[in-house]
């Protein structure tokens, strides 16, 4: 299997992906206390959009009044894409979890690369999108094609 190409990174496979995504699981995600950062706004945003957010966080009971999980451990359900906003240095304990869940897309925010994780979800079949903002993203290639 060339798993190569599950490392995304191509305009149209990041378009595609938010086009045919439904659930993610944020982790990472900060409360109503935090609106500023990124790992608020970015997705309250795509709440606001339609998108079922999963919050994965051992510090907020509950975001957007959606109980929140502490790991993703705890997901029982499909999700469409993981999306990670942590430093690069804890990535990898969020990747590992994921091979378990088996999201089909992983994603880590603007400014957040792990290699080797990104590796071993490639190779296990999950697609890899690494330092992009979903935020913006969507801006640039679903908005922009509404």
């Not at 451990?73 to 690069?88: K, L, M, S, T």
Request: glycine residues 4%; neutral net charge; proline residues 6%.
């Amino acid at each position: 299997m060339d798993w190569h190409g599950n490392l995304v990174d191509s305009d149209e496979a990041i378009r595609h992906i938010l086009k045919n995504s439904h659930t993610i699981a944020v982790v990472g995600i900060k409360d109503e206390s935090r609106p500023n950062e990124a790992a608020h706004s970015v997705p309250a945003f795509l709440y606001s959009r339609g998108y079922r957010i999963i919050p994965v966080t051992p510090i907020y009971p509950s975001v957007f009044g959606i109980p929140s999980v502490a790991s993703l451990e705890e997901i029982h359900e499909p999700v469409d894409i993981v999306q990670v906003f942590r430093a690069p240095r804890n990535v990898m304990d969020h990747a590992l979890l994921a091979l378990k869940l088996k999201p089909k897309v992983f994603w880590m925010q603007s400014g957040i690369r792990q290699q080797e994780a990104a590796h071993r979800l490639a190779v296990s079949g999950i697609k890899v999108v690494q330092d992009h903002c979903m935020y913006m993203d969507y801006l640039r290639f679903v908005r922009a094609a509404a």
